[in-house]
């Protein structure tokens, strides 16, 4: 199975991919949760190599096995949690499950039932290669109370379903904030560590580069910039707003507007020519773009460098 075959859009997906049951996993609500030891029953397992489009906790109360993802590999032991975002290839192994569970789910129902916001409150959603936990006994004693009522709601029929159980996960992550993430800084692991903040500027540059050089003749969107990394484009959108404090959108501009006004100052090329160079398919909607971020006409930023 290639790479392209192995992206899991949610947890059905991926169990379906791998020949395992699905009827605990509904993908309906973007939201799941079960007992790890009713779909594990055949021991050892081993996972295909997949890259998920999903947020997913496991809780370890007793059980064993590896968690591997970016070649680093992390022990799974009773008493562990480990969390996991859309991104990079992972792979896991389960050698003995006597009690552990997964909760799983996308972003859009975090948006939609946690709060529309949620990454102010919980940016440790967003950081990137996180080891398995070892929690004290009496903290996980607190989480698994909370994991076991989500559980049962989940299993409920109740009007307001989705409300309890995304006002349980507000205090789950509440808690697992307290004891693990008071001082996590996104903007911090975005300036030094992050991966996909990392590719995100490389391809950006990469591409305005083969944009000047003529190799390009279209400007990229942030959908073209997901593709690159393979994410949904609302998590891209999420990961650098949240870890650089700029919106992919404003990142494209500046540096549209950088190039255009190199392009401007440096060259004798006619405003059509740079407006094509850059990827515009019309001179006026290049000029209306520049003077957007500028307040200055494309011809005006010209006659004003050329006096100076």
Do not use: C
Not at 115 to 123: A, K, L
Request: proline residues 4%.
């Amino acid at each position: 199975m290639n790479q392209k075959e192995s992206v899991s859009k949610n947890l059905a997906d991926l169990y379906e991919m791998m020949g395992l049951p699905v009827d605990l996993v509904s993908a309906e609500s973007g939201f799941t949760v079960h007992s790890l030891r009713e779909t594990f029953k055949n021991l050892p397992f081993k996972s295909i190599a997949y890259r998920p489009d999903y947020f997913s906790f496991v809780f370890v109360k007793n059980a064993f096995g590896k968690y591997i993802i970016d070649e680093m590999t992390f022990d799974i032991t009773p008493g562990t949690i480990y969390f996991t975002n859309p991104g990079n290839y992972r792979s896991f192994e389960w050698s003995e499950i006597t009690e552990a569970y997964l909760i799983t789910f996308n972003e859009s129902y975090l948006k939609e039932h946690v709060h529309h916001d949620v990454y102010q409150d919980f940016s440790f959603l967003l950081t990137e290669t996180v080891q398995p936990r070892l929690m004290p006994p009496e903290q996980f004693d607190e989480i698994e109370k909370l994991y076991h009522q989500i559980h049962k709601e989940h299993l409920g029929n109740s009007i307001y379903k989705n409300r309890i159980i995304g006002s349980l996960f507000v205090v789950l992550l509440l808690k697992i904030k307290e004891y693990f993430w008071q001082n996590y800084n996104p903007i911090y692991e975005g300036n030094r560590s992050s991966f996909i903040v990392k590719v995100f500027k490389k391809n950006l540059e990469d591409h305005y580069r083969a944009v000047v050089f003529g190799q390009e003749n279209i400007l990229y969107r942030v959908q073209d910039y997901a593709d690159l990394q393979h994410l949904h484009p609302n998590y891209l959108s999420s990961v650098i707003r949240t870890k650089t404090g700029k919106p992919v959108s404003m990142w494209i501009a500046e540096k549209t507007v950088a190039k255009a006004k190199s392009l401007l100052h440096n060259s004798e090329a006619s405003i059509k020519e740079i407006s094509f160079t850059l990827g515009f398919s019309e001179a006026t909607h290049f000029s209306n773009y520049f003077k957007k971020y500028t307040e200055l006409t494309p011809v005006a930023y010209r006659k004003l460098q050329s006096q100076s």
